[in-house]
């Protein structure tokens, strides 16, 4: 995060604002997007469905990122697919744009799956 000068106002902010929180100013270069890597330790699940409320956002196969388009902070609820049916346990995370997400699959143990989600300092 790097601090900016505000076009309008001209006090420091951060550059991942989408606006100006002394007088409004929007920000050009405000990230509109996150990424999200789609990972499953379980071989049959195909892909991860990303959803904000009923609205689907995308999917991701598994192994590979997804790009979603977000202009504010949300709530993402994930999915597992399999061959025919959607199942699994699902989780829920607060996504911010211009940051990165790591949707893992997995079996803790000998506990049930479960969908972990995690923020990642970025995806190359």
Known sequence: MALIKCPECGKQISDKAASCPNCGCPIANAPTSIKIRCLSNDRSVRYHIFMNGSV??????????VTLNIKTPMYITVQQQYAILRSGDTGSFRAEPGKCYEAKFVKPGLAFWKTVVSEVSFIG
């Open 56 to 65: 689907e956002l995308g999917r991701g196969l598994i192994g590979s990122t």
